[in-house]
């Protein structure tokens, strides 16, 4: 018996969402409580490391925005908010990053798998950061801007390569983020062979996701290009849902494709590449959060978008301090929490697909 | 009012539509007929601007389409046609109230209006689809997700309909169900309206005016008893037929006649 699309299609169905229509009140909701569900995580997880610190006093500190030492000694200080504090909001700079950037290619490749690891726009944000510290070691801003054109060269290989006629069908996409990570991470191998011993080690480590040696200068950036950037995405969230049906639909309907197009890909790789300038590649968290803020909330980019920023941001807050205390005074590679939890998932997501 | 002058449409070195010309007035029904390969879908397509002709002109309300930005079309003009693939979840009633994006306050961002949630509402009481519109379109069948597209189509309370085969996924009595709809739409609200289809016999019922294409080009042009002749049927199909009065109706009805019934020339 021959398939019929509708038969097809039936099969294709990955979540179970919720069956109300997405309001401005639903969307203002699920970001109060999100954002406040990250405020509740900075706080608390910047009370957690491998040096103790006194709760109380922390807290009051903390609340006071470090204008009030309270009990803590200098030390203790120090390492609440020269240390802690700037790699907690690092996390959530770069989690929000990644997964506003997932959920967007997901709606504009219209594939719930698209995601910035797995495509290797991630490793082609890695490789300009490495060609940065090569070649323009001294100067610390080649960093996110050559992470950024590596990120936008990436994305539109595997744009080019993914298309067929019916937009990117997850085989294709796979295939193309296949051929495209493979062919990066040899480069990476590649160039790391020009660095000496001591310089290879801590390179593999931040490859792998380490949120622990960001400089005083990007942080800001990375935080101010996360914000804006999922803010300009978000505005484009109708656009996205219409786009997430067919770019012909999307089109007849009244959406201007092209320029949101090229507005995502430049917004999105500007976001992988200040994530991966800072930290290295953290994997998955395009895929997983998205995912779930879908599951939960509905298909409806105007939450999704929204929602994925937020919850980025808490799933590497939370997946950092994992990776920050489980073998302390050791520490993992964040990236290494994020695919432990991120590969199994992709697995399942593969097999309903 | 949608006007096509001697468009031209080519593929690379392939030409994929030859001067054809065409006028779809409010209130009217045209239907293109032809085989396989004729143009008729890439002729559609570029009356919406979805491709761009390599000669000849699209007029909208007397003025070059090329001058409309993206979100006045879609306020004009709305397609059903097959539906792409759907990934991810939705539900009927935000899947029709796509159809409301241009008529969006703001550029892309904004909420739908209560106003919006009324035209959508009442397409899909058109379209009996009332009672599914809390169902994820996945879960619809082939021919309830077309009425859907058409729901998506109507929503958007276009003056112009283009049609790529409509009828196509439908059961005998929701094809003419569908098409006695758009007629509904085209008299009560003047809008003028092109159906591609295979099924001739739908054509002869429903439409004002015929358009035979074969190989890109417009073999005739004119009211379906004109039109659908034995002749011009052979020409464009290269099959014989029988062409009588429906009892009922008195349209044109069409009947292919195979070998072993072959009628004399």
Known sequence: ???????????????????????????????????????????????????????????????????????????????????????????????????????????????????????????????????????????????????????????????????????????????????????????????????????????TFWLLGDLSGTSKNLLPVAIVIAVAGAIVLAANARSLNLLMLGERDAFDLGVEVGRVRIIVFLVASLLVGSSVAASGSVGYVGLVVPHLARLSLGSDNRITIPAAAFGGALFVIVADTVARTVIAPRELPVGAITALIGAPLFIYLLKRT | MLEAHDL??????????????????????????????????????????????????????????????????????????????????ITVLEFVLGGRFAWAANASWGWETAHDIEVADEVLRDTELAYLSGRLMNELSGGERQRAVLARALATEA???????????????????????????????????????????LAAQFADNVLLMKDGKTISIGKPQEVLTPNLLRIVFDVTVLVDAHPITGVPRITPVHDAHRLSQ
């Open chain 2, 8 to 89: 031209t449409i080519r593929y690379g070195q392939r030409t994929a539509v030859a001067n054809v010309s065409l006028t779809l007035r409010p209130g009217e029904i045209s239907a293109i007929i032809g085989p396989n390969g004729a143009g008729k879908s890439t002729f559609l397509q570029s009356l919406n601007g979805q491709i761009k002709p390599a000669s000849g002109s699209v007029l909208l309300d007397g003025r070059s389409l090329e001058k409309f930005n993206r979100r006045t079309i879609g306020r004009r003009i709305a397609v059903v046609a097959q539906e792409a693939e759907l990934r991810f979840p």
């Open chain 1, 1 to 203: 018996m021959t398939r019929t699309k509708a038969d097809q299609s039936r099969q294709n169905v990955v979540y179970v969402p919720s069956r109300n229509r997405t309001t401005f009140r639903k969307t203002l909701l699920a970001c109060a409580i999100l954002s406040t569900g990250l405020l509740a995580a900075v706080v608390l997880t910047s009370l957690v490391g491998s040096e103790r610190l006194p709760a109380g006093a922390s807290l009051c500190a903390l609340l006071s925005f470090g204008r009030a030492q309270c009990a803590l000694t200098t030390d203790q200080f120090d390492i609440l908010f020269q240390i802690r504090l700037p790699r907690i909001l690092l996390a959530a700079a770069v989690g929000g990053s990644l997964a506003t950037a997932g959920a967007s290619y997901q709606a504009l490749l219209r594939n719930p798998l698209a995601e910035p690891y797995l495509l290797g726009i991630s490793n082609g944000a890695a490789v300009g950061t490495m060609v940065a510290l090569v070649f323009f070691g001294a100067n610390e801003w080649s960093r996110p801007l050559l992470a950024f054109v590596g990120a936008l060269l990436a994305t539109l290989a595997v744009y080019r390569l993914a298309r067929g006629r019916a937009g990117a069908t997850p085989e294709r996409l796979v295939l193309a983020g296949v051929i495209v990570t493979t062919f990066l991470s040899s480069v990476i191998v590649f160039v790391t062979t020009l660095m000496d011993a001591t310089r290879i080690r801590s390179f």
């Open chain 2, 159 to 201: 003056a112009v309909l283009l049609l790529d085969e409509p009828t196509a996924n439908l059961d005998l009595s929701h094809q003419s169900t569908l098409l006695a709809l758009v007629r509904k739409r085209c008299e009560q609200s003047h809008v003028a309206a092109l159906v591609v289809t295979h099924d001739i016999n």
